[in-house]
């Protein structure tokens, strides 16, 4: 009995240090495990995205200010210039409030939330979003709210008044483009139904072209379109902002996987291969068409071919890219030289032609030259975008139209009047001339 009871001591002494040893080491590898799921921010992910976020800010401003503003008579630059420079404020201080909470703080199939996310209530500096902070997110996706009314503005330019314009694209993106974004990225029924949109051919490129055309029918042709010249006052600021557009639009589509991976990498190539491909091929339809290349038209096929190459950038090969870049050449020239003339509506600076059909080019292109099959099959991943596009532009047209006309019930005319027109935005709205008291 007592050697049992030794025997019985022994184990006891043995198994009992093995067992503290043991939990001990179970311990400590409880928190190993618990450490390593709680999200923590990748800094190469963070600082690819913060600088994908100055970039699509550049594309705003300066880039579509010089942009449109070169396109404008000379009297009327400053407003450009004020419009692009207002849109940062306003939507800048909008997407904080509420637009982002709209847009992706709720789970609705056609809206957000008014308070999930007010004032990014919640969020805080270790706020983790995927492989990003929680803030970084918010603020890139901000930029493209900044930039998608600014779009617009290009429809209607040397026209609308300031106080008006700065209603209408307050409304318009809780509207249009927060409920838009919701729907495809956000997690309602576009995105779920399978429609790709990687980086914003439906939520920023449809939605704004479709809305700048119903708003360039609503408020009516400039005074002497059609009879009096209203050439580009100074083309060098074209090129430089379609420049700066090319540059920051790396920004727009690579920055939209949210990582530094190989998909950036993808939508960083296809990009540019596009962009490169449209320029060549328009400039060569111009040549063959109008006899000679223009600078004005290069620079109108760059942004053309950025166009619609967004929403399919991390879905097609390079080779697609070429497709996708050639193919809106041709559609988007077809568009700004002889459906707007044929038709006759006053889309001043061409939004309609170059982001309304050319964002629909690029998402019904997704499907056509997908790379890698969904789900859904090539043809269904077809019809799924179709559906996409079919949506976005009724939604974007009507409600547009019902935010114009309401505006126009509670404040009267939207325009300018004539004598301001004739006098130039500049002065008439701004008491400011760019070239001096009498340009």
Known sequence: MREFSNRIGRALGLALPLMLLFGV????????????????????????MLTATALVLMMTLPGLALFYGGLVRSKNVLSV?????????????????VGYSIAFGGEG??????????????????????????????????MFAIITPALMLGAFAERMRFSAYLVFITVWVLVVYCPLAHMVWGGGWIGESGALDFAGGLVVHMSSGFSALAACIILG??????????????????????????????GFNAGSELAADGTAGLAFLTTQTAAATCVLVWVLIEWAHRGKPTVLGAATAAVAGLVAITPACAFVSPGGAILVGAGSAIVCYIAVTML?????????????????????????????????????????????????????????IVATAVILYAMKAVMGDLRVDADAEALGLDLAEHSEAAYGPHA
Request: charged content about 10%; overall charge negative; aromatic content about 14%.
């Open 221 to 250: 042709k400039r005074q002497g379109f059609g009879r009096e010249q209203m050439t580009p006052h100074n083309l060098t600021f074209t090129v430089i902002g379609a420049s700066l557009l090319w540059v920051g639009w790396f």
């Open 340 to 396: 707007k003339p044929a038709f006759g509506y006053d889309d001043s600076l061409d939004v309609f032609g170059v982001h309304g059909v050319g964002g629909a080019w690029g998402a019904l292109a997704t499907g056509l030259f997908i790379w890698e099959t969904t789900d859904q099959g090539w043809g269904g991943q077809v019809l799924t975008q179709v559906i996409s596009i079919a949506f976005t532009a009724v939604f974007a």
């Open 109 to 142: 199939a056609f809206w957000g939330s008014l308070t999930n996310e007010f004032l990014l209530s919640g969020m805080g500096p270790e706020t983790v979003n995927g492989t990003i902070p929680a803030y970084v997110f918010v603020m890139f996706q901000g």
């Open 81 to 97: 210039l004020m419009q692009c420079m207002i849109a940062a404020g306003m939507i800048g201080v909008v997407w904080v409030v």
């Open 25 to 48: 080491q179970a311990a400590f590898g409880q928190e190993v495990v618990e450490a390593a799921v709680t999200p923590v921010a990748d800094s190469g992910d963070t600082a690819w």
